[in-house]
Nanobody, 123 residues
Framework: QVQLREFGGGSVQAGGSLSLSCAAS????????LAWFRQRPGKELEWVGL???????SYTDSVKGRFTLSRDNAKDTLDLEMNNLAPEDTAKYYC?????????????????WGQGTQVTVSS
C-alpha cells in the first residue's frame, strides 16, 4: 500500500540546520507530486514546498532562500534541507503525496501523508 515515511528532524538552536527525508513506496512515485507541509502549534497544516514530477520546485515565501528541496526519483525520496532555522519554523513536518502529477499548495490535492517528524527551533 501507499506509504510515506519521514526521517530526520530534531531540536536545534536558531540559525542552525536540519535535514528531513521522505521515503515513498507502494505506488509509482515518479508519476505523482510530492510535497512537504508543516503544522505549527495551534495552527493549521500549511504548505512548505513541492517538487513536480518534472522537477520543478516551489516554496512558500517564508522559507525561500533557507530551505532546499531535492527529489530523487531513483530512490523515491524527497529531501528537505533547512538552513538558518528560526523559532517560527518549529512544527511537525509532513510529507504528502499528490493525487496526480499536478502539484499545488492545497492540502486537498494530497491523499496520503506520513506520520510526521518534529522540528523544534529554540531561540
Amino acid at each position: 500500500q501507499v506509504q510515506l515515511r519521514e526521517f530526520g528532524g530534531g531540536s536545534v538552536q536558531a540559525g542552525g540546520s536540519l535535514s528531513l527525508s521522505c521515503a515513498a513506496s507502494g505506488y509509482n512515485v515518479g508519476a505523482y507530486c510530492l510535497a512537504w507541509f508543516r503544522q505549527r502549534p495551534g495552527k493549521e497544516l500549511e504548505w512548505v514546498g513541492l517538487v513536480s514530477v518534472r522537477g520543478t520546485k516551489s516554496y512558500t515565501d517564508s522559507v525561500k532562500g533557507r530551505f532546499t528541496l531535492s527529489r530523487d526519483n531513483a530512490k523515491d525520496t524527497l529531501d528537505l534541507e533547512m538552513n538558518n532555522l528560526a523559532p517560527e519554523d518549529t512544527a511537525k513536518y509532513y510529507c504528502g503525496k499528490g493525487i496526480d502529477e499536478w502539484c499545488t499548495s492545497d492540502t486537498r490535492h494530497y491523499n496520503a501523508w506520513g506520520q510526521g517528524t518534529q522540528v523544534t527551533v529554540s531561540s
